[in-house]
């Protein structure tokens, strides 16, 4: 079985500093991981995927994250954040050769001030 | 960007009443899901349905719940008899390649049961 941890629910940040929201992910197989974004009152949108290859990934809005199996994690990360990065953003694992069906974690909401 | 398309985007309703949620997937997609969040917890998978039937469903998708492909654009989520429990913001997605690699998600329906 595979399952996402996200650990924190919300971090506050202000304009202009960096940002790390974190995932750990549990699975007996190889992994696919990606990272969503919901900006309010929409549906969730594709950030960034972590299929094979590098182990860095860079995605939409300078946001990057990178793949370290032996912590099992994933995490997301921007070294300059604005006030339009105020969303809910979801670490999803699919195990390979399963099913495809994405399991995600519980979200982290990120809230940037000014 | 082609777009998943959800409605009612709010849905309140009695409890014991049965709701229908709809969605138009992506109409090249062939893969289509629903997806649940609890207020303040994970999104959870619900159904996905491929080729007009189901294929995987979760713990959570008893017989309390259905899909239905009714015509070649909707792809819908009833929910027999409602209860309280069963409030929640739904999503529905779809995928049109095999490896589950994107899934476009819909904005979702806040359903409210009172």
């Known amino acids: 079985a595979q399952s996402v941890t996200q650990l924190d629910s919300q971090v506050p940040v202000f304009e202009e500093a960096p940002v790390e929201l974190r995932c750990n992910y549990s699975?007996?197989?190889?992994?696919?991981l990606f990272w969503y974004v919901q900006y309010p009152n929409q549906g969730l949108q594709l950030l960034l995927k972590y299929l094979s290859g590098s182990t860095l990934v860079k995605g939409i809005n300078g946001f990057e994250a990178e793949f370290n199996k032996s912590q099992t994690s994933f995490h997301l990360r921007k070294p300059s954040v604005h006030i339009s990065d105020t969303a809910e953003y979801f670490c999803?694992?699919?195990?390979?050769?399963?099913?495809?069906?994405?399991?995600f974690g519980r979200g982290t909401s990120l809230i940037v001030h000014p | 960007e082609p777009e998943v398309t959800q409605t009612p985007s709010h849905q309140v309703t009695q409890m014991g009443q049965e709701v229908i949620l709809r969605c138009v997937p992506i109409?090249?997609?062939?893969?289509f899901y629903w997806y649940r969040q609890i207020l303040g917890q994970k999104v959870e998978f619900l159904v996905s349905f491929y080729n007009n039937e189901i294929s995987e469903k979760s713990e959570i998708f008893d017989d309390q719940f259905s899909v239905e492909r009714p015509d070649g654009s909707n792809f819908t989520l009833k929910i027999r008899s409602t209860k309280l429990e069963d409030s929640a913001m739904y999503f529905c997605?779809?995928?049109?390649?095999?490896?589950?690699?994107?899934?476009?998600f819909g904005s979702g329906t806040q359903l409210s049961v009172l």
């Open positions: 997605a779809s995928r049109g390649d095999s490896n589950g690699e994107k899934l476009f």
């Open positions: 109409s090249n997609h062939l893969y």
């Open positions: 999803a694992v699919i195990s390979s050769g399963g099913s495809y069906i994405p399991t």
């Open positions: 699975s007996s197989v190889s992994v696919y």
